[in-house]
């Protein structure tokens, strides 16, 4: 199965930026979806933002669109997320995830709620934490 390695988490002020990037290796035919979630302890995982590998398609979760932008390297096997203008509510651990979701190509418009869906994504980073200090 695809190795997932997730990189560039650090402890930020709040207002400052971060990097993450991860790294996939391996069976490039299992996903055509790469994505961020965090987690923090006591809440569910959240969809942070999703990429198809295939092109520009791009979904975000909720309000992060304006600070956070997910792209891929020249490469389908890379990701990357920038988060600027950082708040201590973006604290947590960060995690990146493939996914193969069928159907069309390009894929059909059906929103953050499909393509971040959590349960549709089987193979998983080891987390990278992000501490933003207000």
């Known amino acids: 199965q695809p190795r997932l390695v997730a990189s560039g988490g650090g402890s930020v002020q709040a207002g400052g930026s971060l990097r993450l990037s991860c790294v996939v290796s391996g069976y490039p035919d299992n996903y055509n979806w790469l994505a961020w979630f965090r987690q923090v302890p006591g809440k569910e995982r959240e969809g942070v933002a999703t990429?198809?590998?295939?092109?520009?398609?791009?979904y975000y979760g909720d309000s992060l669109k304006d600070r956070f932008t997910i792209s891929q390297g020249s490469a389908k096997n890379f990701v990357s997320l920038q988060m600027n203008n950082l708040s201590p509510d973006d604290s947590g651990m960060y995690y990146c995830?493939?996914?193969?979701?069928?159907?069309?190509?390009?894929?059909?418009?059906?929103?953050?709620?499909?393509?971040?869906?959590?349960?549709?994504?089987?193979?998983w980073s080891q987390g990278t934490q992000v501490t933003v200090s207000s």
């Open positions: 995830a493939a996914a193969h979701f069928g159907g069309p190509s390009p894929p059909a418009p059906l929103g953050a709620e499909w393509y971040l869906r959590r349960g549709a994504y089987g193979y």
């Open positions: 990429i198809w590998t295939g092109g520009s398609i791009t």
